[in-house]
């Protein structure tokens, strides 16, 4: 059975609904926004979430592997290429190392990870073994998260060059990326999605990945916030 394109607008109103459980909502998002950050807060977290950062390409790369349709992989390749830049000194997980520095954070402490917590470990753990074994699909709504990222992108960098003015405005280049990659990648995985998933059945599936990586997105909060709760 297909369904009619009301269906499928219906579908895309409900994935766009899960923007309320998504981790601008979190408290720590919240507290980061508001300026109400100490530097070592702010460093915790950025420590923490390049564990993140460094799994994304990896997450990608099984999504490659599981995807048997050339026109996507040639699409969805550039997300492997964006994270990890084509040379050195290139591409969004250096740039994360830089906001790193700009915090007052050495490369190697971020990159070994001796500062990530458990509960950071296991979310990221639990996103990629997610597009390792999940249809390629589901994996691909899993992503949808990026619907939601610009708007709280666009809110942390105003946030951050009023709030914390002790942060070299170049460090937060990450995030100025990201405003203009985010809306170009979840154009593409929602159309996939849609493409893809037209039974209520495959829509459910679609529904559920973005749900559980709305949970990985505030598990990780809950943890990074818990380590650095008695931190300035
Ligand atoms: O800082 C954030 O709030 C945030 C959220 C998300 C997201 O919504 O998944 C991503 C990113 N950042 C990000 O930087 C990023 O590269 C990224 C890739 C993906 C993904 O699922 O493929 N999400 C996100």
Redesign the pocket.
């Known amino acids: 059975m297909t369904l009619t394109a009301t269906a499928t607008d219906e579908f895309v109103a409900a994935l766009r609904e899960q923007s309320r459980r998504?981790?601008d909502q979190h408290p720590f998002s919240r507290r980061m926004n508001e300026g109400e950050l100490g530097r070592e807060q702010i460093r915790c977290w950025v420590t923490n979430?390049f564990a993140y950062?460094a799994a994304?390409p990896r997450?990608?790369a099984a999504i490659l592997a599981n995807c048997p349709d050339r026109q996507v992989r040639r699409r969805w390749i550039r997300?492997i290429h964006d994270?990890d830049g084509t040379a050195d000194g290139e591409g969004?997980i250096e740039a994360w190392l830089r906001l790193g520095e700009a915090v007052g954070l050495g490369r190697e402490e971020m990159e070994d990870q001796r500062h990530v917590v458990p509960g950071v470990r296991f979310a990221v753990d639990a996103y990629v073994t997610f597009a390792r074994t999940r249809p390629w699909v589901e994996a691909v709504a899993?992503?949808l998260?990026?619907l939601?990222?610009p708007d709280?992108?666009a809110e942390r960098l105003a946030a951050f060059e009023r709030h914390y003015t002790w942060i070299d405005p170049q460090g937060l280049a990450y995030f100025r990326a990201?405003l203009t990659q985010?809306p170009r990648?979840s154009a593409h995985a929602l159309e996939v999605v849609t493409e893809h998933c037209r039974t209520p059945g495959t829509q459910a599936a679609a529904l559920a990945a973005l749900s559980f990586?709305c949970d990985v997105?505030w598990s990780m909060l809950d943890a990074i916030d818990r380590a650095c709760a008695d931190r300035q």
């Open positions: 998504y981790h979430r950062q994304i997450k990608d997300r994270h969004g899993s992503s998260t990026e939601f990222a709280l992108m990201r985010a990648d990586k997105l």
